[in-house]
């Protein structure tokens, strides 16, 4: 059964910093991983979509890697915002014949000005 | 593109009541997915549905859940007989395919009282 876990649960930094948050996953055999953004009472947004083929996604100050070999991806955020404030969760597609993703509890993250 | 919209918000019902959820997927999406966020944690699979079709409804409680997503029409999530423990936030999402990205809607969240 796959089990997906996110370092830390919550994160506050100062802004202009670069951070890093982490995700594990227990079954490398995965389809793809995925990293969204919620905001509180809000659903979900997409940022970043990496498959299983790919070492990394880019998007803006957005950076996704992904090792499969051993279970972990990041999601790197350059210059961080105060607007970056938000819930970052990933979820793993365990790939053929399951739909389902598997999510994290999520990283809190806090840019203060 | 109208993104994936949820109807109601916001829903309270008494216990004992029906709980009605609805989900309009984005245009030339034909999957859905219901996802169940309980307080303090992460999103659990419910069930994926394609036109008139459950494919997999592996993460839905036995008795008093059901989903439907019929030819015409949204998605619905039926919950009969609402007890306090179905307090929860919904969410639905959706894709072009089992493969590609989800594109989740706001929630709807449910409170019994």
């Known amino acids: 059964k796959q089990e997906v876990t996110q370092i830390p649960a919550a994160l506050s930094v100062p802004e202009g910093e670069n951070l890093v948050l982490n995700c594990s996953f227990t079954?490398?055999?995965?389809?793809?991983l995925q990293w969204f953004r919620q905001d509180p009472g809000k659903g979900l947004t997409s940022l970043l979509l990496?498959?299983?083929?790919?070492r990394e996604q880019t998007s803006g100050r957005l950076n996704a890697s992904l090792d499969k070999s051993s279970g972990r991806s990041t999601l790197y955020i350059a210059a961080s915002q105060p607007g970056d404030s938000a819930t970052y969760l990933c979820?793993?597609?365990?790939?053929?014949?399951?739909?389902?993703?598997?999510f994290g509890k999520g990283t809190k993250l806090s840019v203060i000005p | 593109n109208a993104g994936v919209m949820q109807n109601p918000r916001h829903l309270v019902r008494r216990r004992g009541q029906e709980a009605r959820l609805r989900c309009s997927p984005m245009?030339?999406?034909?999957?859905v997915y219901w996802y169940r966020q309980l307080p303090e944690e992460g999103l659990k699979f419910m069930v994926y549905?394609?036109?008139?079709?459950?494919?997999?409804e592996s993460g839905m409680p036995k008795e008093r859940f059901s989903a439907e997503f019929p030819k015409e029409g949204p998605s619905i999530l039926r919950i009969q007989q609402v007890v306090r423990g179905d307090s929860a936030a919904y969410f639905c999402?959706?894709?072009?395919?089992?493969?590609?990205?989800?594109?989740f809607g706001n929630g709807t969240r449910l409170t019994v009282t």
């Open positions: 990496i498959q299983s083929s790919q």
């Open positions: 079954d490398s055999a995965i389809y793809n």
């Open positions: 979820a793993v597609h365990s790939g053929a014949g399951s739909y389902q993703l598997t």
């Open positions: 245009k030339g999406h034909s999957h």
């Open positions: 999402a959706s894709s072009p395919s089992d493969t590609r990205a989800l594109h």
């Open positions: 549905l394609q036109k008139e079709n459950i494919i997999d």
